[in-house]
């Protein structure tokens, strides 16, 4: 083949790369701008969430999860069980380090809800749909829906064992469950199972969904970056955030070397692993009473050291 030609693949992959990277950045800042300088930034948070969380993102899984490779559904099994591994290994290394600490109650629940639920939706799916493409966010939506179980059980044993007030656990618990994201994995599957298609007329309409999905969850990311950090909490978000994003991908990633998972689950595992705390434990944190601004914290800065290292994720995904 012409060296020229090779030279010109690879020079218009660079200049697809950098405008995909552009573009991550430049939503990022723009929901931040958004956050510091506009008076009403948390009613805006608010609806653009509800869209992405109830409609974007839920037909986004649906329709992954209908047409996700063959490949990837049998993997299920060891998909759930390293979603439950990075779960558990942030949840006890964070246990231990605080098991005799003096630390009060509600500042141990929430660095043990940030270091236990990583960030699963809102900067994997664009990270994904960028760099892996749409057949990823079919092992997002496994992941995700085991980690919506998790949350429900284990987040509300988490939250209501570290508060002072008394706890409304179903409530919370049918709130986890009824997570539209959670109930479109279920129900991709069952269309999937009975053999339903999207009917052509609509495809046009799902691929603007997807990218509607990634610059919109990119935004909120940046409203969420707007807020105010603690700094007197920094000391305890770089504990949690140690734990959350260094050590627990160290290991999650060997035990990846040797499980033999096909090249995209494993890229998407590696990436889920790496991600900072959910915005969702925040969340959490506040309805229990913990302390949300550790929480918040937390979130924060782990968001922040993880954008410098995005450049290179082409790199960690073997893309040219």
């Known amino acids: 083949m012409n060296p020229s030609i090779l030279r010109c693949d690879d020079m218009q992959t660079l200049i697809d790369l950098s405008i995909k990277l552009g573009l991550f950045y430049v939503f990022i800042a723009l929901g931040f701008l958004v956050a510091r300088y506009y008076n009403k930034q948390k009613q805006l948070n608010k609806y653009v969430t509800f869209v992405l969380i109830n409609i974007l993102l839920p037909i986004l899984i649906i329709d992954t999860v209908m047409t996700a490779p063959s490949d990837i559904l049998a993997e299920l099994p060891m998909i759930v069980a390293f ?48 760099f892996i493409g749409e057949s990823g ?131 998407v595992l590696l990436l889920e692993a790496m991600m900072p705390a959910a915005v969702i434990t925040a969340i959490f944190a506040g309805s229990f009473k913990l302390d949300s601004e550790t929480a918040s914290t937390i979130v924060t800065i782990g968001t922040l050291l993880l954008l410098p290292i995005v450049p290179f994720m082409p790199l960690l995904f073997g893309m040219p």
């Not at 009060?104 to 236990?116: D, P």
């Not at 509300?156 to 409530?171: A, P």
């Not at 509607?212 to 935004?219: P, S």
């Not at 990311?221 to 991908?249: C, H, N």
């Open 83 to 130: 979603t439950i591994l990075m779960h558990v290994l942030g949840f006890g290394l964070m246990y231990l380090r605080l098991h005799r600490s003096s630390i009060e109650n509600k500042t141990k629940g929430s660095m043990l809800l940030t270091t236990t639920f990583p960030n699963g939706i809102f900067i994997p799916v664009p990270l994904i749909l960028l």
């Open 137 to 267: 966010i079919a092992v997002v939506a496994i992941f995700s829906m085991t980690q919506m179980i998790l949350l429900a059980i284990v987040g509300t044993m988490i939250g209501s064992g570290y508060s002072d007030d008394e706890i409304g656990h179903k409530s919370m618990l049918r709130k986890v469950l009824l997570f539209p994201p959670f109930l479109a994995v279920i129900l991709g599957l069952i269309l999937s199972v009975i053999g339903f298609s999207v009917p052509v007329e609509l495809d046009l309409a799902i691929s603007y969904n997807g990218v509607a999905t990634t610059y919109l969850a990119l935004f909120v990311v940046g409203l969420g970056l707007g807020t105010k950090v603690a700094y007197d909490k920094v000391r305890m978000a770089i504990e949690s955030i140690s734990i959350r994003q260094l050590i627990v991908p160290v290991v999650v990633g060997i035990l990846l070397l040797f499980a033999g998972l096909s090249d995209i689950t494993t890229r």
